[in-house]
């Protein structure tokens, strides 16, 4: 009887032990790995292109659809900072033009609303960073570059 428990105990350290092989699978090359330099470039380059051309079409559509049909279905109990956020999307303005721009749409809407609120909701919900900015005294946030 000991002797069938100790060679079940080595059976049971050998599987312990030894961990199974697993078979690894071989990558296949990919397309890009055989291509030259200059293809390389020119894929590249109508990638960027195709991008830019994908997010003029974006801009688009969101000048056109989104300002108006999103813009309606906010409720009075809406708070100006997300229909400040709503608005300022993906705009490139300046502050004062952007500012300028939200007060009018809002005032349609609310008409309790003032632009010193509506510059106070900008600049807190857009936290507008700046970079690249040479002049030290430049003022970042009407910084139109």
Not at 52 to 65: P, T
Not at 113 to 139: C, E, F, H, I, P
Request: charged share 30%; aromatic share 4%; glycine share 2%.
């Amino acid at each position: 009887m000991d002797e069938v428990s100790t060679v079940n105990e080595n059976e049971n350290r050998k599987t312990m032990i030894e961990p199974k092989k697993l078979n690894k699978r071989k990558r296949e090359p990919t397309a890009i790995e055989n291509l030259t330099s200059e293809e390389k470039e020119s894929q590249i380059s109508s990638l960027n292109l195709e991008m830019k051309g994908l997010f003029d079409y974006f801009r688009e559509v969101m000048d056109k659809s989104k300002r108006t049909d999103l813009f309606s279905g906010f409720s009075e109990c809406s708070s100006l900072n997300s229909m400040v956020a709503l608005l300022m999307e993906e705009m490139s303005l300046p502050l004062s033009k952007l500012v300028d721009e939200i007060y009018l749409k809002l005032k349609e809407k609310t008409e309790s609303v003032t632009m010193v609120a509506v510059k106070s909701a900008v600049v807190s919900v857009g936290q507008r960073v700046s970079y690249g900015v040479l002049n030290v005294d430049a003022d970042v946030l009407e910084d139109d570059s």
